[in-house]
Structure formats: C-alpha cells, structure tokens
T-cell receptor, first 115, second 116 residues
Framework: KQEVTQIPAALSVPEGENLVLNCSFT??????LQWFRQDPGKGLTSLLL?????REQTSGRLNASLDKSSGRSTLYIAASQPGDSATYLC??????????????FGKGTKLSVIP | EAGVTQSPTHLIKTRGQQATLRCSPI?????VYWYQQALGLGLQFLLW???????NRGNFPPRFSGRQFPNYSSELNVNALELEDSALYLC???????????????FGDGTRLSIL
C-alpha cells in the first residue's frame, strides 16, 4: 500500500527566505507526482506535475524535483512571500488496476511566511 | 473557463440522516473524483466516475455512494450519517481516461459537511 509522508508538518519562515518542503513515498512505481496548494477552507490548486520520467519541473518561484528510485520529492520555494502561506500537499499517482490511476496524498506541510 | 463547482458550500446534518453533495466538472472533463478530508486524516480517495460508470472506490463503507449523470456532473450520497463523517468533501475532474492519466486533477472548493 502506497504511503506518502510530508515533513515537516508545519513550517514558519520570515519573508524573503528560500525554503524546501519534503515528500517521501514508499512505492517507487509511480506514474507521476503532483504538488498542490490548499488555502484554509478551500479546495486544492495544482502547482506542479512531474511525470515519472522527469527529474524536475519549474513554475515561477517554484521548483519541484523527483527522485523516483529513492521515493523522494522536494518543493523549493524561492524568495518566500506572505501570500505563499498555505498548506502544501504532495500526491503520487499509481496504477491501481482495472484502468484506474489513483492519487495518494500526504497530510501536507502548513507554511506560514511572516512579514 | 469555469472551474469545478460544488454545492452546497456548507451542509449541517444530524446523525442518521442522509446527505447529498453535488459536483459539476470542468467543461470537457469526463472523469470525476470524490475525496474526503477529515481533520487530522488528510485527503482520502472516495470514488471515481468516468463516462457515467463507477471505476474505482476507496476504503469506505457502502453507505458512501454516488452517480455520474450524462452531462458528467456527479452526486455523492452519504446515508446513515455518523459523527466521523464530518469533513470537507472535495470533488476533482480530469479529461478523458487515456489522456487523463497524465493530466492534473482540478479541484473544487469543497462542501463542508458537519454532523451534529
């Protein structure tokens, strides 16, 4: 059974700092990995999707890396801003049979960027 | 382009009642996914519908059920509500299955279900 772990559970940083969020998964036979952002009481916003054949993806100040063999991904946020404060979720997609590709989520890292 | 829409935003029920949650996917998306996000448990996969059929379900009891309509909108029904059913229920959609396996899921803002 796929398990996804995110460390730390919560992180507080001063504005302008660069930071790294970690995600690990137990089964490396994944199809892709996705990072999401969730604001309080809201749904999920997709940030980056990394295919299993890729090593990293970049979007603006965000960079996500994937090391499938070791079961790890990192989300790097450069020059953090108060607007980056949210919970960041990592999810891996794996074939689960009968044409089904299932997402398994970590519990998230709650980020607070202090002005 | 309208995103995934869910209704109602909040729903308050008592134990033993039945709840119906609704989801409209992004235009052109045929797959709809339902997730439960309970406090402290993270997002748990509930159900997946594609082209009107239930394709997969997570580890939830049969009182969690749903359906997908010809216009690809979907309903999640929860019968015999229990206190632990209190959670944010999120719906997501993605394009056709074959292409969809590489595409990100797009999420709605959820329905907050509270059981008193």
């Amino acid at each position: 059974k796929q398990e996804v772990t995110q460390i730390p559970a919560a992180l507080s940083v001063p504005e302008g700092e660069n930071l790294v969020l970690n995600c690990s998964f137990t089964d490396s036979a994944i199809y892709n990995l996705q990072w999401f952002r969730q604001d309080p009481g809201k749904g999920l916003t997709s940030l980056l999707l990394i295919q299993s054949s890729q090593r990293e993806q970049t979007s603006g100040r965000l960079n996500a890396s994937l090391d499938k063999s070791s079961g790890r991904s990192t989300l790097y946020i450069a020059a953090s801003q108060p607007g980056d404060s949210a919970t960041y979720l990592c999810a891996v997609r794996k074939y689960s049979g009968a044409g089904s590709y299932q997402l398994t989520f970590g519990k998230g890292t709650k980020l607070s960027v202090i002005p | 382009e309208a995103g995934v829409t869910q209704s109602p935003t909040h729903l308050i029920k008592t134990r033993g009642q039945q709840a119906t949650l609704r989801c409209s996917p992004i235009s052109g998306h045929t797959s709809v996914y339902w997730y439960q996000q309970a406090l402290g448990l993270g997002l748990q996969f509930l159900l997946w519908y594609d082209e009107g059929e239930e394709r997969n379900r997570g580890n939830f009891p049969p009182r969690f059920s749903g359906r997908q309509f010809p216009n690809y909108s979907s309903e999640l029904n929860v019968n015999a509500l229990e206190l632990e059913d209190s959670a944010l229920y999120l719906c997501a959609s993605s394009p056709l299955l074959q292409a969809g396996k590489n595409q990100p899921q797009h999420f709605g803002d959820g329905t907050r279900l509270s059981i008193l």
